[in-house]
């Protein structure tokens, strides 16, 4: 029986993408995003929790990614999860789990990209639950908007 391998993340970019050209210019992009949630801690009060998650993009969507995406961007990204195997720290085989995307939104811009355009990167053919790469959308109407000061993004 197959089954179902779909991610939906709205989150922060917590590094400018890197961009990496293979093959007679084949490109892949590569960033972390932060999406946050409020969790109930064991003395019972909420606090906010972050996760991070590497997300990979390739061909057209690494070069809108290398152009248009930066730090600080809040994102509506789709894909699926994949898992490889790389090396720990100490020369141990661990498990690195990333998001290749099929869709990357941007949803707002940081403060330091504030006065970017954003592009719409919707298909056309496709209705975009989202409303389109969204004039005049409102982060602030977003439960647990995403928003990082500096220092809780990496360097």
């Known amino acids: 029986m197959l089954g179902i391998n779909k991610v939906i993340l709205i989150g922060t970019v917590g590094i400018n993408p890197k961009t990496r050209y293979i ?8 960033f972390s995003l932060a999406t946050n949630e409020l969790v109930n801690s064991a003395i ?7 996760q991070w998650h590497e997300i990979v993009a390739y061909g057209e969507l690494s070069e809108y990614v290398e152009k248009y995406v930066h730090k600080g961007d809040t994102l509506y990204v789709e894909g699926k999860i994949k898992s490889r ?21 941007i949803l707002a811009r940081s ?17 975009d639950e989202l409303g389109s790469a969204i004039p005049g959308f409102d982060i602030d109407n977003i439960p647990l908007a995403q928003k ?3 220092n809780n993004l990496p360097l």
């Open 111 to 127: 403060k330091a990209n504030e006065s970017s355009p954003i592009p719409d990167n919707s298909d056309e053919d496709e209705s």
């Open 44 to 50: 019972g009060k909420e606090i906010e929790e972050t």
């Open 23 to 30: 093959k007679k210019g084949f490109s892949y992009s590569s």
């Open 148 to 150: 990082l000061n500096n």
């Open 85 to 105: 195997l790389g090396n720990g720290s100490e020369g141990y085989k661990i498990k690195i789990y990333e998001i290749f995307a099929d869709k990357i939104n």
